[in-house]
């Protein structure tokens, strides 16, 4: 299986006479609705190598043939998954995408997060990706004041988990109201006493529902709460491992240790991935939700992030956060205008009515499109495609990570299931 990029005039026909298959399946393996596609658009095609991706600057000399023979790939794939490649004119210094051929299997762990809602939504929304998954993270109980922890409806959720063979995590958060709140963080961790029975709470609430691991995602934390976080995780470590329940943390990204940082001074990577069984690092959110139109998950950032955090944190632990949607922002962009969540389906749907056309930024490794909306304004879409999962299933492979973590369920995304079949063989829990 590999991608196919679009190219103006193509059609799903004359792309499939072109592999050799038919449009039906080429249809089928990427959920179309129906044969109209746009320049850009991303296809996969049920043939042929598997392969990740991986950005490749152009040297003087470079020939398509000499990249093929290299790589071991036939040129046409490599024409395939870049929009516009004249193998004529190879200008030296333009970076193009390379399709990395798979030389060995790699079995990861796969982690997604999900919001119960108690009705039966659940578990059509489950049943999409669980034969994907190895864990589950119902988000999510927050932490009150006095230790003990809110309630949500998720008792027939982890029946449906443990029946697909996935472990379900209770995950646990900081959250007050609709954010993270620092100060009640503040109130559980530097109190020895609510501490203590916050982590016993975990523990029997955990037992108590049939959880099979807990997940702790305390977020926004004060630069001083360092310690205090360090204790309570190490706390609830011990506490579980008496119990056989593994922890998992989920952290902010960064590429330093700066223990003063208002935001991710906290996060003690070091000492945190030496007491966590998994970490969860949140390789996202650069583009959000009240920011500037840019990539959600730029993969020049996340590399940074990776290359800091195997250095601190055993590779083999770190599960990588990808990001299962997009952004719409309204364009020009102020300050206060917010933009909307998008799917990565939906946002394809999207292009395609606009008739737009997706542009793949290299640095980012991220598609997006520009188009009119209802009232005439100008909107800029930036959203995760076949290339843009791809080339971060390459930096899994490449930094031997343990996996990857998706945020999260509910958001269509038919291709990205397909490649992790593809790419990776999935740990499925004991």
Known sequence: MFVHVVKSGETLFSIANRYGGTAERIRAAND??????IPGMSLLIPAGPRSTLEPYKIREGDTLDTISGQLGVPPHIIQAVNERLDEQNLVAGETIWLPVPLRAEKTIDVNAFMIPTGGGIDQEILLDAADCLTYLSVFHRSVNPDGTLSDIPDDKLID?????????????????????????AHVI???????????ENIVNLAKTKGYQGVNIDFEHLHPEERDSFNCFVRELAEASASEGLPITVTLGPKTADDPNNPWMGAFDYRTLGGLADRVILMTFEWGWVGGPPMAVAPLNMVRRVLDYATTVIPSDKILMGIALYGYNWPTPYEEGNRATGISPKAAVEQAIRAKGHIHFHAESAAPMFMYRGPRNEMRQVWFEDARSVLAKFHLVRELELGGISYWMLGNPFPQNWTLLHSTFQIRKPD
Do not use: C, M, Y
């Open 32 to 37: 179309l609705q129906g044969d109209q596609l």
């Open 160 to 184: 449906w988990v443990k029946a697909e063979h996935v472990a379900p995590l209770l995950t646990v958060t900081n959250f007050e109201g609709d954010r993270f709140s620092p100060d009640l």
């Open 189 to 199: 961790l530097q109190d020895a006493n609510i501490r203590r029975q916050t982590i």
